[in-house]
């Protein structure tokens, strides 16, 4: 029998060196054992021929033989992150090498911009994703993003579909997610990636999984940044002199004849230029200093705790955002009616081993909105300022001895009081948004391998409620207006406009809404392997309903359905070849018996061709190359309004004033008939998608990573209106049908590189490439004589519109060219002058060409670098867009458009870039920016045409980070982990041709605007 001898060691974590205390050093195949001490060390007596086996939570075990060793000190590394080897697929996670679909993977570092809406980092992010920003409100500025562009015109929309944890969720929740919270995030873009989720994968699907517990003491994380903004681009205003001054420009040149009828005397023009002028006598408002600050603040706090042992992990996190807008305060009222948008979110990810072979895992998120801002919203104060009169009436009137003892704000405003007082709107009260998710969900995994090796049975069940609700509180201004003014002594006389103002706040109830979702998923997967071969099988059953206690009629009131059952098979030889087959089989309510289910397949292959023998000579230069093919077939059923519930069932209207019949001797009585809202049609079905795509996958020197991938669609049975119908048939409402077609194509390109030059200095490198491209195939319109006019072969985001030539040289020329009189407008010198396309003789819509580039951008792409030295790293990307064209808002200001920035009509202000560049008797530019003025609005210069057309291309500085990592040697003595200190901005610098406004922004030139942000922010870990 073998001696025993002493054994004496320590135990610490590989790369760090720190020791681990509570350890286990246990004998093999025994109950031996002892723990290691606070500084790492043991002592054990052994046989020589004993293994000790060295265990710590969260890290690999390590078996070592003791032979005539008595110290043996052993370094334990981390378990590697799992999703560093695999990729979450739909259902599921599958080795990285054997994945055979389109899926693009992003880092969560990459997704934390200083911003409360995790979309205002896709663009250029992300291959794949086409992604732009139109507006900077906070809780509005969401991104608008499309996977591989928009490939559908029907009304349903493309926006893709949307799995956080496997939940269908929105949008909405999609921005509330803290990138702190992500453990991964994946695009499936192609036919075999999406085939899974077949009605609803033709747009593409967003899959986001949370972070778990692990095994491993208790880590606390931490971080906190605080924001700065400002707007990235103002745009310009003239002076209230100015403003005059071309109103009166406007006035002569349409109509000489008005000279003694002016609406601003030289007196007026000269006394509000004046810096000391009365300001009651001569208003000259600037709204929007009056109504904006320069600067706003954000702040952003999170905290999550993770951990756990062999029985159960844990993740448990929250976060607090809070964004102000740059809207201004009135001292006087006791409220506030700026923006300030407060959003508080709750997670709890817990599971727990109930035996060797059983796990349940309990998911709790709660997301809660509470938002103070304006009565309507902050584009709307913007809309405001931009049609607002500077020198009609003052913002406010003091108080004068006429009106001593009133407790209410004397507003400005003119005549009856119908003019836009922007100041009056922005402070007259506030609206507050209430906004509740709850989302819970319980997992159960059960390992099936006493049945047979490699089964595994999964099922979800999940709830989610919403409801949200507005209430505003507001007072109704009294107007006043200058009554009677003595320029010789000086006095003046106010003059109340109205009588039913209130000096006292109104309470208003909004709509209020609650909807309730019930999800279930069941799987059972298999894998296997034999030999060379890996063989893999899954079968998934979903059923979800949806119930809207504010649906609004009774259709849509009724519970909303679906039931889907899919699978996969997929196949791998020796590391080499794969093979993936895929189906979904779904179930809409919203079709008839004949078109409820429908079957969506797709395939696709890999290659692993550096795995082959003869490429071994490039194995060192070659470090990987895969082939990828896939084609398949996936559908959707979002189809038409929302209104539209089922398709096969008419919906009526049964009590129509428009049917109305009259009664009596004196057609006194009236009794309302019955009409219809909408015909059944048991033909409607899906609309179906095929896609193909060709992907290639390159590692160079184990650094360089770079993937690409070609893909082309064909959309068809896409449900738009009919347009042969003729009225004679004599139909009430129009008729639809699947008789649309589409077709896309695109390319991704994605990049990576990673280069650890010594142990104090690494760099890194990253670029993304989206192009896509889609048309109109079969689109039902009349046939026109001018082939140009048919959408056919034209991008789905096309602009038709008439090509402007330049400004007519005089009255005589606009005389002699091609009427333009079907504009309704009077023309001539200094008007636009449009090609007469088909030469007829007449400018009308049979002139309308297609022009400029579509108004969704074709290219996004991004780049950036990053660099470390010791604890200093620095980071900078830039993002930018190309292939898209966005038409100036020529036209009249309106509730229906309130873009509109014609000057002087409905008393909207004068751009200064009009103001320094429009057409006039003294300058006869045939190029310049702005027409001829007018007081009124000339339909003539109006329409979409390449006068306002512009290129909303654009390369921007989106971000940049500088930081420091306190070493480790300080933060130990602190009884931290790690601690790091940065400086950040988005939006820094941008190159455009365009000057005006930001080009992101496109025709919303007038809306809220993108803001610049600088941020500061720490994060710490504690464990």
């Known amino acids: 029998m073998a001696q025993e001898i002493t054994v004496k060691g320590k135990v610490s974590e590989k790369g760090t060196g720190e020791p681990l205390p509570g350890a286990s050093v246990v004998v ?161 873009k192609d036919a075999s990636a999406a085939a899974l989720y077949g009605a609803r994968g033709a747009n593409g699907v967003i899959l986001v999984t949370t972070k778990r517990g692990e095994e491993g003491p208790a880590k606390i994380f931490g971080r906190i940044e605080h924001s700065i903004s400002s707007p990235t681009k103002k745009v310009e205003i003239a002076d209230p002199v100015t403003y005059m001054q071309c109103y009166n420009e406007a006035l002569l040149s349409r109509n000489p004849s008005n000279i003694d009828d002016l609406i601003y005397s030289q007196d007026k023009i000269e006394n509000t230029g004046k810096p000391g002028a009365n300001r009651i006598i001569y208003p000259a408002n600037d709204w929007y200093n009056m109504l904006f600050k320069n600067t706003a603040q954000s702040t952003r706090a999170d905290v999550s705790i993770r951990g756990g042992g062999k029985v159960a992990t844990y993740y448990i996190s929250g976060a607090f955002t809070q964004d102000s807008g740059i809207l201004k305060v009135d001292h006087r009222n006791s409220f506030n009616n700026n923006i300030d948008s407060k959003v508080y979110t709750m997670r709890a990810n817990v599971d727990v081993n109930v035996t060797k072979t059983t796990k349940v895992g309990l998911r709790l998120t709660g997301n809660f909105d509470d938002y103070t801002g304006p009565m309507s919203s902050g584009n709307e ?79 979800l069940f999940n709830l989610t409620r919403l409801s949200d609700f507005t209430t505003k509180r507001y007072f109704k201004p009294y107007w006043y207006q200058l009554g009677s003014y003595d320029s010789y002594t000086g006095e003046y006389h106010i003059n109340r406009i109205n009588e039913d103002g209130t000096d006292y706040l109104t309470y208003e109830e909004g709509k209020k809404n609650v909807t309730n979702t019930m999800y279930w998923e069941s799987r059972l997967y298999w894998n296997q392997h034999f030999d060379v071969h890996s063989l893999g099988a899954l079968l998934v059953f979903t059923t979800r309903e949806q119930r809207n206690a504010n649906a609004g009629s009774l259709q849509l009131s009724l519970p909303s359905r679906n039931v889907s059952l899919a699978g996969r098979l997929t196949y791998g030889y020796d590391d080499r070849y794969f093979a993936e087959f895929n189906f979904g089989y779904n179930g809409s309510e919203r079709f008839s018996k004949e078109h409820r289910w429908g079957f969506f397949p797709s ?22 190359l895969k082939l990828r093919y896939s084609y398949g077939l996936v559908g959707n059923d979002n189809i038409g309004k929302a209104t539209n519930r089922f398709f096969y069932l008419s919906e009526m209207n049964m009590n129509s004033g428009s049917a109305a019949s009259h009664f009596g001797n004196n057609l006194q009585t009236t009794y309302n008939g019955i009409t219809f809202k909408r015909y059944a049609n048991a033909a409607i079905t899906w609309e179906r998608s095929k896609k193909q795509n060709f992907g290639v996958e390159l590692q160079l020197y184990k650094d360089l990573d770079i993937i690409a991938e070609y893909y082309n669609e064909k959309r068809t049975d896409i449900y738009m209106s009919r347009a042969d119908i003729p009225s004679t048939m004599g139909l009430q409402t129009a008729i639809s049908a699947n008789i649309g077609e589409a077709s896309a194509h695109g390319v991704d390109i994605q990049l990576e590189y990673k280069k650890n030059w010594n142990k104090d200095l690494w760099t890194s490198a990253r670029g993304n490439f989206t192009f896509a491209r889609s048309k109109y195939e079969v689109y039902e319109e009349p046939t026109y004589a001018e082939s140009y006019r048919q959408h056919k072969g034209y991008s789905i985001k096309q602009k038709w519109g008439y090509i402007a030539e330049r400004l007519f040289v005089d009255d005589e020329e606009a005389a002699n060219s091609p009427s333009q009189a079907g504009f309704g407008s009077q023309y001539g010198g200094g008007d636009i002058k449009y090609t007469d396309v088909n030469k007829d003789g007449i400018i009308n819509e049979a002139d309308m060409v297609p022009i400029g580039n579509p108004t969704s951008p074709e290219f996004i792409y991004g780049f950036g670098v990053s660099v470390g030295y010791k604890g200093f790293d620095c980071s900078v990307f830039f993002q930018g867009l190309a292939n898209e064209s966005f038409w100036i808002n020529a036209s009249g200001y309106s509730k229906n458009n309130t873009g509109g920035m014609a000057p002087f009509y409905q008393h909207t202000q004068l751009l200064k870039s009009i103001a320094d560049d429009h057409w006039s008797e003294d300058n006869r530019n045939l190029y310049a920016f702005w027409p001829r003025l007018s007081t009124y609005l000339n339909n003539n210069n109006t329409p979409t045409s390449t006068w306002w057309m512009r290129d909303g291309s654009f390369l921007r500085l989106k971000q940049m980070e500088l930081g420091y990592t306190i070493p480790r040697n300080l933060t130990k003595k602190w009884h931290m982990d790690s601690l790091r200190f940065y400086v950040s901005g988005t939006n820094l610098l941008n190159w455009s041709s365009f000057k005006m406004w930001d ?25």
């Open 603 to 624: 395939m696709s292959f890999g290659w692993m061709m550096s795995n082959e023998k003869f490429f071994k000579p490039l194995e060192k230069i070659i470090t990987k």
């Open 999 to 1023: 080009p992101e922004q496109g025709a919303s030139a007038l809306n809220y605007p993108l803001q610049r942000t600088i941020n500061i922010g720490l994060n710490v870990t504690f464990q």
């Open 381 to 459: 104060m913007f809309v405001n300022v931009m049609h607002a009169d500077p020198v009609l009436f003052p913002a406010y009137y003091p108080m004068d001895n006429d009106h001593i003892g009133i407790k209410h704000i004397m507003f400005g405003n003119y005549e009856t009081g119908g003019y836009i007082n922007p100041y009056a709107e922005m402070v007259r009260g506030y609206k507050d948004y209430q906004r509740s998710q709850m989302i819970a969900a319980v997992q159960l995994d059960q390992d099936l391998s006493f049945i047979t090796k490699g089964l595994k049975f999964t099922t």
């Open 28 to 188: 093999q195949k025994s109950t031996k054992g002892v723990m290691t001490d606070v500084d790492g060390g043991y002592e054990i007596k052994v046989k020589p021929t004993d293994k000790l086996v060295f265990s710590y939570v969260g890290m690999e075990d390590k078996v070592v033989t003791v032979g005539n060793q008595t110290v043996i000190n052993v370094e334990l590394a981390p378990k590697g992150n799992e999703l560093d080897e695999v990729t979450v697929v739909a259902y599921g996670k599958q080795k990285k090498e054997s994945i055979t679909a389109s899926i693009t993977t992003v880092n969560a570092k990459d997704l934390r911009v200083p911003s409360s809406s995790l979309t205002q980092s896709f663009a250029g992010n992300i291959a794949g994703m086409i992604a732009y920003t139109r507006s900077g409100e906070p809780g509005q500025d969401n991104t608008d993003f499309f996977v591989r562009g928009v490939t559908t015109f029907g009304e349903g929309g493309s926006n893709p579909l949307i799995l956080i944890d496997n939940i269908e969720l929105t949008t909405t929740d999609l921005n509330r997610l803290r990138p702190d919270d992500i453990e991964s995030f994946s695009i499936l």
